[in-house]
């Protein structure tokens, strides 16, 4: 069975906002759930191309599929680099203020012979 090219699309377009390896696990599920939903409106009676067609109207518009799998799926690494950002800064900041004052030359004043 093939996967027609609109469904390959709404796949691409759906996991576009996520990095490569994360797109390509949630891609293959979510292909995996169409054709559940294809499989589903086959038994209903109808044929293959308007299964596919009622699949990916069930499943909805794909920038909201999108920015919902990026916020599930990228989170959890932007708050990591957030964390890592905020830990460096804060060694940075704790070693500027670790460092001794430059020393500094004191000099005395020289007395002066009295005639």
């Known amino acids: 069975m093939v996967t027609p090219p609109a469904v390959q699309a709404y796949l691409r377009r759906a996991t576009r906002l996520l990095p490569p390896t ?9 292909h995996g759930n169409l054709h559940q939903s294809m499989l589903d409106a086959r038994l209903r009676g109808l044929n293959e191309p ?14 909201p599929a999108a920015l919902h799998l990026a916020r599930t799926h990228t989170l959890g690494l932007a708050l990591r680099w957030l964390l890592a950002a ?11 203020g670790t460092h001794p004052a430059a020393p500094t030359t004191t000099t ?6 009295q005639p």
């Open 86 to 96: 905020g830990l460096l800064g804060g060694a940075a900041y704790a070693i500027q």
């Open 108 to 113: 005395t004043p020289t007395t002066q012979a």
């Open 50 to 63: 308007d299964a596919w067609t009622a699949a990916l109207t069930e499943a909805g518009p794909a920038l």
């Open 22 to 30: 994360a797109a390509r696990r949630v891609r293959a599920e979510l």
